[in-house]
């Protein structure tokens, strides 16, 4: 069932010896820059680096005792995994984790660092369900999906209730959206807790299924999309999209070259780490300036896991910041 | 005069309307590293991305009308010509900034963004003082050192005073030292606020000029110091060195490679971005674990003002990091 209002309340209890309240951050420049009155939340500052330990610690901290003891299975390179990995260790469980043999090493390394157990396979969606049917039928470990589940869409839901709490009643809220689980809590906690703002996700062009699902009224995926955004590549769920549907005031595109140009810049002026994802609501801010200059806005920063080696600026670009 | 209890108070209340009160954060993962229980004071996120504006927005502000209208100046290729040219734009007057012309592009454009007046030196330490004598001769202009001032090492002082009140009567407290405006501040902080504290200074092994001088119980310079720490490769002066003598518990010093290692771990493991002088400091307590080790201890991010485009890691290097 959808989470309601009190759902949403007891998830909140439920998690908040695990998770970290996350700091809101706000920043002269980026103001000035666009006109905005903005307040970000700093998901990339919470455990596992990323927004989705708050979804995947409540889906672990409400297993039964006889669910907890079959442990929990997924197949996600990304920080979904992480975060089911570290909550699972947190409740002294098994977290059985599905990964493409092409995954990035150091996410590799983060996953075994929370204490996960890999399985590789090869890099198609067929196999990554075929090695987790696997894995559930061997060891009977319960699949924790990633977005389309309302466990982890009600614990989604708590960040943007949290930033409700610092940034009252803004006119607006942005937040990615990939599968939808942040963009979908968000929704229902902004219907809750501060019914008069209006909610945007923010979404790749190159990987725009939310933006045409939410025009055409039905669920469209998008196959093997090409954004920078890693964690935007997945397409809204039969869960997500009937609640980004029905509560979404609209989802709005970027460009890959907006996306790092913003994520540049909130590096360079707020000093911190987002991962590409991050930037997209701010890329879209950049390109709407009608729609939120003036206007009080809250901004979820959903992670800040990035390959230090691998940045998407190269030094051929150095010159475009130089005097 | 050595900035008292009463004077630092002052100071305080002085630069309030113009300076980030900047948060102390945690991190689990490093005090699971280290062992010690770390609080650190975030100036990566003051104005200017530097501890710096401290001390040059107490001496601009602190200027009296017929000063201020003939402007400041001082040569600086760091944060102190960018903190300096930010305070004096607050207060609506000229700062005469004289860097080498060797400069990296990024911090030109920052000095520019400030509004600060650059005049391109070559670059020895001859031909900045020679060029800046003119300019001073010129224009009238005060020279605001970027720490040998009374005013400068009690605006630095300021840091460490609101760190106490967040991290209280901590065991230790560590700062970085290159002119030792910082360390010098902290350490009157620490006398006046939390006096059973000790105060470590934290320096690169190849700019020891503190250490060394703390040993001989006299000012030795160093000459033309390499390190990747770009902000301490001052040496102290007449006004920091007393203070340091009588009030550090210690200098201690650290390895380039532990440097690069320490700025590592911070980015990924509190997702905030410093620069390597920052560093210093978590890269001594690494090497440290008996002076650090089950203790309470403060540290002062510096700065957090980086090149993006060269970062003292590289592509070679990323194997280091994976699984």
Redesign the interface.
Not at 270 to 274: E, H, L, W
């Given at each position: 069932m959808e989470p309601k209002k009190d759902d949403i309340l007891r998830v909140r209890e439920i998690i908040r010896p695990y998770v970290h309240r996350t700091?809101v951050l706000t920043s002269q420049a980026l103001n000035r820059i666009t006109g905005s009155d903005l307040f970000f939340k700093c998901e990339?500052?919470q455990k596992g680096?990323a927004f989705k330990f708050r979804g995947a610690s409540h889906a672990v901290m409400t297993l039964s005792e006889e669910e907890a003891r079959r442990g929990v299975a997924t197949h996600s390179s990304g920080n979904h995994a992480q975060a089911l990995a570290l909550a699972a260790s947190m409740r002294g469980i098994r977290a059985h984790i599905v990964m493409p043999e092409t995954a990035p090493?150091?996410k590799?390394?983060a996953v075994?660092s929370y204490g996960g157990q890999i399985t590789f396979c090869r890099p198609t969606l067929a196999d990554r369900e075929a090695t987790l049917e696997n894995i559930i039928e061997e060891t009977g470990a319960l699949e924790i999906h990633p977005y389309n589940d309302y466990r982890i869409i009600g614990g989604q839901a708590t960040a943007a209730a949290e930033l409700f709490e610092e940034c009252e009643m803004p006119d607006c809220l942005i937040t990615p959206v990939g599968g939808g689980g942040l963009l979908g809590g968000s929704i229902l906690s902004t219907r809750y807790f501060s019914p008069d703002t209006k909610v945007y996700g923010a979404e790749p062009e190159q990987a725009n299924d939310a933006w045409q699902s939410f025009r055409e009224k039905k669920l469209i995926p998008v196959n093997n999309p090409q954004t920078i955004a890693d964690g935007l590549r997945t397409s809204l769920g039969s869960r997500t999209f009937p609640i980004i549907r029905d509560g979404a005031t609209d989802i709005l595109t970027t460009s890959e070259a907006r996306i790092i140009e913003a994520m540049?810049l909130i590096?360079?002026r707020?000093?911190?780490?987002?991962e590409p994802s991050s930037a997209v609501p701010l890329a879209v801010i950049l390109d709407h300036p009608a729609l939120f200059s003036g206007k009080k806005t809250g901004v979820v920063l959903s992670g800040?896991n990035v390959?230090?080696?691998?940045?998407p600026?190269?030094?051929q670009?150095?010159g475009k910041?130089?005097?």
């Open positions: 700091p990339n500052f680096g090493g150091i590799v390394a075994r540049q590096w360079e707020m000093k911190i780490i987002v800040g390959d230090l080696y691998r940045l600026w190269s030094e670009d150095a910041n130089k005097n």
